[in-house]
């Protein structure tokens, strides 16, 4: 019996142990992760076979915006299902309401409780991406 392909999540974000505590929530929910600490080696994964199920990306990255980043990816057709989850510290509901008009399904605040962020990239990698 093959055994089913398990999600590939692109994790970007600068912060070592937050990218760490992701990596393990994730793949004890069966998926693979790859994790980035900046959009530049994030734009090289995205660019390399096969390509990411979901990203997950922090709005506050060393060499470019969160936001900006998310934009250059939402401009390329290729990536128009990818689901997008940003993670960010970053609370103010003019970021939110930001990320979310730029292309982002999802929003979620850090500190985040472990199950809130499984159970939304489960529902994200089963119901792709909203439809504006």
Not at 77 to 93: G, M
Request: charged share 25%.
């Amino acid at each position: 019996m093959v055994e089913p392909r398990k999600a590939r999540i692109l994790v970007v974000d600068d912060d070592t142990s937050l990218q760490k505590l992701v990596t393990v929530l994730l793949q004890h929910a069966s998926m693979d992760v790859i994790s980035t600490e900046n959009a530049a080696a994030a734009a090289q994964v995205l660019k390399t076979p096969p390509l990411p199920d979901l990203m997950i990306l922090d709005l506050m990255l060393p060499d470019v915006s969160g936001l900006e980043f998310l934009r250059q990816v939402r401009a390329k057709d290729t990536f128009e299902n990818l689901p997008i989850l940003i993670l960010s510290a970053l609370a103010d509901p003019e970021q939110i309401r930001s990320g979310l008009q730029l292309g982002a399904d999802r929003y979620l605040t850090k500190p985040y409780l472990a199950n809130n962020l499984v159970t939304t990239v489960q529902d994200l990698l089963r119901m792709g991406r909203r439809k504006a």
